[in-house]
């Protein structure tokens, strides 16, 4: 029977050691590996997902430019028409402005000349307003308030 030394039992546990913690370790690596292919598929499913939606965004930004220019182009006529309308504006108002002035002056004119010629005609009995029960003319209501009798 052969006994076993020291040195040989220092042997085998150092052995068993290092076979426990190359076991750890190849746990360690195959989780990893499996960890790094969940990775990659994820990486690769985000990809093929995202390439259309770029390519969809891409089509709504070129869209939305060209709706931007239209719209642009739509600004800058209004803002033209919008000087033509103020310059005919102007235009009309200075052609026809002064004359019709003149015009309105001179009816007045004449209209006042007319009513002034008319001081023989006696003038128009003034309107009357009923107030509890009694008669007061225009004239006296503005005398009356606040008076009583």
Known sequence: MHTVSGGEVAGILV???????VSFLAVALARLAQTLRATTKL?????????????DASA?????????DRVDAIASDVQEVTSNAS????????????PLVKVAAFGYGVRRAITGRKDDVP?????RTV?????????DKRNT???RD
């Open 15 to 21: 052995a068993v050691f290092w076979a426990i913690l």
């Open 43 to 55: 990486v690769a499913d985000v990809t093929d997902q995202a390439v259309p939606l770029l390519a």
């Open 60 to 68: 709504a930004v070129r869209s939305a430019q060209t709706q931007i």
């Open 87 to 98: 310059a005919l504006s102007t235009t009309v108002a200075s052609t026809f402005g002064g």
């Open 123 to 127: 003038a128009k009995e003034p309107r």
């Open 131 to 139: 107030i509890v029960g009694r008669t007061v003319s225009r004239r």
């Open 145 to 147: 308030r606040g008076k």
